[in-house]
């Protein structure tokens, strides 16, 4: 990792309208990105533009407009393929966001792939959407699903991740970075133990497409999702990327317009992939945005990106520990920009409710990782988490809010 | 400051500290259990009523400042009373946290419970202040189910 910062964080901030302001007479500290991130203002000019010129139907229209946001939208598509390392273009399937993505696969290969007595391997690091999804599949076709514990510093144990692939492990789905508590999960060597035992693999990448260079290929998983909104896109558009053989022979998810070659009165033909799994009009506007976020990313660069926020983390780790009662979760190295903490026996909710006063905003409860809570031995936890736009003067906010807290509450 | 400080009034924070009748208790022939899924947060309420009067009440669980101190209030409110007048209060109580930030505060109706009047200013912290209530209501009624505040 580079130790220097070499991001022009004043010159990014200056990209991000919403962090002009103020919360409550002080600075907005926005420490709340692993939930949602902000929006630069060529993604805001791009959904604009989009709107104020090109916008029509796509795939149907002979018209001028109609062709202009068919090209818009397709080369959205392009751009997606490009930043994720995926060498087909069709292997790239739009839809709402990471938790789609996961009920897509669970529903349109899921459903035959999977049946009864067969295993879906988890672990205690995923979010609800990536557990929900497959206790509705495994109940369906009578499946049961194991769960990989994670060591005292919350990575996997990778010892028993081996030990539970079996050969009816049909699936391993796995998050990439966790975003309760940053562990990076080794993708690779999760593939490699799986291919042992002829798994499939999922990765879900919500909290690593913001921050970290992707490549699908070179991870070598069949399944890859995530969400625009929190890599400085819009909300509801993400990416479900799967090896063209896998989206060739799932059925589709949804039927309808769009994603038909032929329809008779009792049957259909499909459109190939991706369109196959794109019933409807898709969300264009917010495509084209995402392009534009991941133009913008693309330009500061994925490792700058990381190397940033793994150095706000270091930084925050070494102000914090002298907070009395600060106690944080998590790896205390390779992790990405995700800091949950407990502050003495403080609740989270009254933690971030002081902290808003002062104009910080920070998520606190379970982050959708019950499970993981449940492992920790806490019911919530407190959790700051970084973008490119965050400095050390966030840092210092946070820390100086942290011991306000205390202060209010003694 | 001053929003803050109306929302965590000195009685809250002391109550969070020091809950009252924090306990298991033994005897109780009604008890319910709640959830806030929002939070993780949890409490279960067991209550010993005769005759149609609650005789002992406790609470048990884990939750943020208000959700524990509202717990603890509302444990000492409520005991002596009959099944009746709790529900009342606890409507009252939920009138109040919901209210408009204009709206007159029954304080003589509310008693102690008043100190939650700075809840209705933060919106997403009524689900915390009402969750001891809704959990004693399902107990009162001995729905078996645990409730949630969603």
Redesign the interface.
């Known amino acids: 990792m580079r130790g220097k910062v070499n991001l022009d964080v004043a010159a990014i901030r200056r990209d991000f309208p919403i962090l002009a302001q103020e919360v409550k007479g002080n600075r907005l500290v926005y420490l709340d990105n692993a939930a949602s991130a902000q929006r630069p203002r060529a993604v805001l000019e791009a959904l604009n533009r989009y709107y104020e010129r090109d916008h029509a139907n796509v795939h149907r229209g002979i018209h001028e407009l109609s062709s202009r946001a068919t090209r818009a939208y397709e080369g959205a598509r392009e751009t997606v393929a490009r930043f994720i390392g995926a060498g087909d273009v069709g292997e790239v399937v739009f839809v709402r966001g990471t938790t789609e993505a996961i009920n897509l696969v669970a529903s349109a290969w899921g459903s035959y792939a999977i049946g009864e007595g067969d295993e879906i391997l988890l672990t205690l690091l995923e979010h609800h959407s990536n557990i929900v999804p497959w206790q509705l599949l495994a109940r369906r076709v009578g499946a049961q699903l194991k769960f990989v514990d994670i060591d005292d510093e919350g990575r996997l144990r990778m010892e028993q991740l081996e030990g539970l692939l079996t050969e009816r492990t049909r699936l391993v789905a796995v998050t990439h970075v966790s975003n309760g508590l940053g562990t990076i999960n080794p993708v690779g060597e999760i593939v490699t133990a799986a291919r042992r035992v002829g798994a499939r693999v999922l990765v879900d990448g919500a909290q690593a497409a913001p921050h970290l260079p992707l490549d699908v290929k070179a991870l070598d998983c069949d399944f890859y999702a995530f969400s625009g909104h929190k890599m400085c896109g819009p909300t509801g558009i993400g990416v479900l990327w799967a090896r063209r053989e896998l989206l060739e022979e799932m059925d589709p998810y949804q039927g309808g317009g769009e994603m038909i070659e032929l329809v008779e009165l009792d049957r259909s033909t499909y459109k190939a992939p991706p369109h196959k799994y794109e019933a409807g009009t898709p969300n264009i506007a917010d495509a084209v945005g995402l392009a534009a976020a991941i133009d913008y990313l693309t330009d500061i660069g994925l490792d700058r990106i990381g190397a940033h926020e793994h150095e706000l983390v270091a930084y925050a780790l070494e102000r914090a520990a002298s907070i009395p009662g600060f106690r944080a979760f998590g790896p205390g190295r390779g992790r990405a920009g995700v800091l949950s903490f407990e502050l003495g026996d403080l ?4 933690v971030a ?2 902290l808003n ?1 002062r104009g910080i905003a920070v998520r ?3 982050h959708c990782n ?1 499970p993981l ?1 449940r492992r920790l031995g806490v ?2 936890t407190t959790r700051a988490s970084f973008y490119l736009y965050n400095d050390r003067d966030d840092v210092d906010a946070l820390c100086d809010g942290l011991r306000a807290v205390i202060e ?2 003694s | ?1 001053s ?2 400080r109306e ?2 009034q000195q009685v809250i ?1 002391e109550h969070s500290r020091s809950p009252r009748n924090f306990k298991d208790l033994e005897g109780a022939n009604h008890s319910a259990e709640g959830y806030n899924p ?5 409490v279960t309420v067991f209550v010993v009523v005769e005759d149609g009067t609650i005789r002992d009440i406790s609470f048990k669980g ?5 959700s524990k101190a509202s717990a603890s209030l509302m444990t000492a409110a409520v005991k002596g009373m009959t099944v009746a007048e709790a529900e009342e209060l606890f409507g009252r109580f939920r009138e109040m946290v919901t209210s408009e930030h204009d709206a007159e505060i029954d304080e003589e109706g509310l008693g102690k419970l008043a100190v939650f009047s700075g809840v209705r200013e ?1 919106p997403v ?1 009524v689900k ?1 202040a009402t969750l001891a209530w809704h959990t004693l209501h399902a107990a009162l009624e001995k729905k078996g189910e645990p409730i949630t505040t969603e």
């Open positions: 609740h989270p909710h009254d409710q002081v006063d606190a409860g379970h019950q809570m019911t919530a209010f509450f | 400051m929003d803050l929302l965590y924070i929002l939070c993780g947060d949890q884990s939750g943020c400042a208000i933060f912290r915390c």
